[in-house]
Nanobody, 115 residues
Framework: QVQLVESGGGLVQPGGSLRLSCSASENLSKLHIMGWYRQVPGSPRELVADDTIGGGQLYVDSARGRFTISRDSATNTFNLQMNNLKPEDTATYYC?????????WGQGTQVTVSS
């Protein structure tokens, strides 16, 4: 079992920035894939970006150039830096980890972009 806890969500104005963090109970070096997803009510959960050990990073078009993901071994957190936020980025953001072929999810953190 892997426990994931997201933090850093909140209310931000358009054009602003937020940094989400995902704290993992397992060493990040053992989590083959880690990703950030988001979901709005009534819609399926969608990928924002993910990082695969030995395989690089993937960003969806809406995130590329504005969002950056990173693994911080010192704090054992997986981070999502979001810049130039837009109202359409409003969603609940979830951290996901793949560990021994099983998926683990955090509880989510709300991001609201509004003036």
């Amino acid at each position: 079992q892997v426990q994931l806890v997201e933090s850093g969500g909140g209310l931000v104005q358009p054009g602003g920035s937020l940094r989400l963090s995902c704290s993992a109970s397992e060493n990040l070096s053992k989590l083959h894939i880690m990703g950030w997803y988001r979901q709005v009510p009534g819609s399926p959960r969608e990928l924002v970006a993910d990082d695969t050990i030995g395989g690089g990073q993937l960003y969806v078009d809406s995130a590329r150039g504005r969002f950056t993901i990173s693994r911080d071994s010192a704090t054992n957190t997986f981070n999502l830096q979001m810049n130039n936020l837009k109202p359409e980025d409003t969603a609940t953001y979830y951290c996901k980890a793949v560990y021994y072929f099983s998926d683990y999810w955090g509880q989510g953190t709300q991001v609201t972009v509004s003036s």
